[in-house]
Nanobody
Framework: QVQLVESGGGLVQPGGSLRLSCAASGIIFRLFHMSWYRQAPGKQRELVAAITSGGSTNYIDSVEGRFTISRDNAKNTVYLRMNSLKPEDTAVYYC?????????WGQGTQVTVSS
């Protein structure tokens, strides 16, 4: 059974930084593609960044150059480093894992960017 636990969210001022972590258990982590999604109030959940089992990454345009996704297979953890945060980055951020038909979601962590 996939278990994903996010941490690292919080309140930050515009221009600030946060690093989100997602610790996985119950899976052979190195085989899984990992992603970060976010959902702002009144909006649909959207894919923010993804990293394949091989380490290839991709990002949505609005975070390209500001966010970095990475993984540590020894720690079964995926990270999202967020720099130059903007108010429009405010959302609940979710970790997602997939390998074939096996998928999992974390419970989410709130990120609020406000002065």
């Amino acid at each position: 059974q996939v278990q994903l636990v996010e941490s690292g969210g919080g309140l930050v001022q515009p221009g600030g930084s946060l690093r989100l972590s997602c610790a996985a258990s119950g899976i052979i982590f190195r085989l899984f593609h990992m992603s970060w999604y976010r959902q702002a109030p009144g909006k649909q959940r959207e894919l923010v960044a993804a990293i394949t089992s091989g380490g290839s990454t991709n990002y949505i345009d609005s975070v390209e150059g500001r966010f970095t996704i990475s993984r540590d297979n020894a720690k079964n953890t995926v990270y999202l480093r967020m720099n130059s945060l903007k108010p429009e980055d405010t959302a609940v951020y979710y970790c997602f894992s997939n390998f074939g038909a096996t998928v999992g979601w974390g419970q989410g962590t709130q990120v609020t960017v406000s002065s």
